[in-house]
């Protein structure tokens, strides 16, 4: 079973225009993490979050944690055609002690030029 | 940091055969974990090494996947008598075991097909 919910499934932009997806999880976690994979290749760790954070930035990437809520956001700015990939949510549960991430479906992102 | 190597990158082999796929993790990583991938979903948990001991295996990981992690360097993942449910793309993530909130860094995969 997987822990988080993406939304939407499937994103299509143009170049320059800000991208946003978001996740929901179940339980209470350690971390939250944001991966991005392309098309055949394993993922890439894009920002990590703590649970006593709320938000963070890495370049053109933004992400919120809402630990009340059970949700977080990705938004990525200026987007360029090289951002199309499949993004994923991951979850470190406060239940486990190793570091295992539960992921969702992910959110499949086409930016066009 | 040459990054987490798998190998082979493809594997076809037909049901009922047994096959045996190789992680080499970044170096100074401890804990390796496995997952598997399927299309449409994000990577699932299979199995989790701190050093050479194996600490959780999940659900998914029937009688016929075994996982071993050496002297604590690489890991191979083994799944005998192949079924067709077992295509999928292993994963393999390794990270520093220095506590809480390290990310793990992936490899590329190995996508088995089963005919």
Known sequence: SQQGEEDPQALSIQEGENATMNCSYKTSINNLQWYRQNSGRGLVHLILIRSNEREKHSGRLRVTLDTSKKSSSLLITASRAADTASYFCATDAETDSWGKLQFGAGTQVVVTP | DTGVSQNPRHKITKRGQNVTFRCDPISEHNRLYWYRQTLGQGPEFLTYFQ????????????????????????????IQRT??????????????????????HFGDGTRLSIL
Request: glycine share 8%; hydrophobic share 30%.
């Open chain 2, 51 to 78: 050093n050479e001991a194996q600490l959780e295996k999940s659900r998914l990981l029937s009688d016929r996947f075994s996982a071993e992690r050496p002297k604590g360097s690489f890991s191979t993942l083994e």
């Open chain 2, 83 to 104: 079924e067709q449910g077992d295509s999928a793309m292993y994963l393999c993530a390794s990270s520093l075991g220095t506590g809480l909130n390290q990310p793990q």
